[in-house]
């Protein structure tokens, strides 16, 4: 049992701040890495998750990467730290949490791709010209700094 699975198990569904990192990964055709989440089900986001006792927030941006893609990621940029109202979640078994995202940018992966089925429909490479609109809104305000900073 994980950290955040202890913790609610000691106050139920009450809102807690909690840490998570995302990784926006680009290949050499200047395509972003969308993963289309379990839950929230069928919105895309950037691979990513929620941090662990001990981790830091590249240790974990590494670790949730690899287990929802099976790339290795180096060399990590960060784009920014994100929090506030907007960034309140839900789970539909009515936990809620306020998250403090830090993202970061990379071009250096290695692996296959390939899709954990616990936690992704699929995984497809976008032109950020062309991402979904059923991005998650909280991940549209880092992909526009990211973009920014091309």
């Not at 049992?1 to 569904?13: A, V």
């Not at 990784?23 to 839950?39: F, S």
């Not at 992966?109 to 950020?128: A, K, P, Q, T």
Request: with cysteine; hydrophobic share 35%; glycine share 8%.
């Amino acid at each position: 049992m994980g950290y955040i699975e202890e913790i609610r198990k000691q106050i139920g569904h009450k809102r807690i701040i909690l840490t998570g990192s995302v990784v926006i990964i680009k290949n050499k055709d200047n395509e972003v890495l969308l993963q289309k989440r379990t839950h929230p089900k069928g919105k895309w986001g950037f691979p990513g998750g929620l941090m662990e006792l001990g981790e830091s927030t590249v240790e974990t941006a590494k670790r949730e990467v690899f287990e929802e893609t099976n790339l290795v990621v180096d060399d990590l940029m960060l784009i920014g730290v994100y929090s506030g109202k907007d960034y309140l979640c839900k789970a539909l078994n009515g936990d809620e949490w306020y998250v403090v995202v830090v993202a970061y940018s990379t071009e250096n992966y290695n692996g296959e791709l390939r899709v954990n089925d616990d936690e992704s429909e699929s995984l497809e490479w976008f032109s950020v010209d062309n991402i979904p609109d059923n991005i998650a809104k909280t991940h549209k305000e880092l992909l526009n700094d990211f973009i920014k900073g091309l």
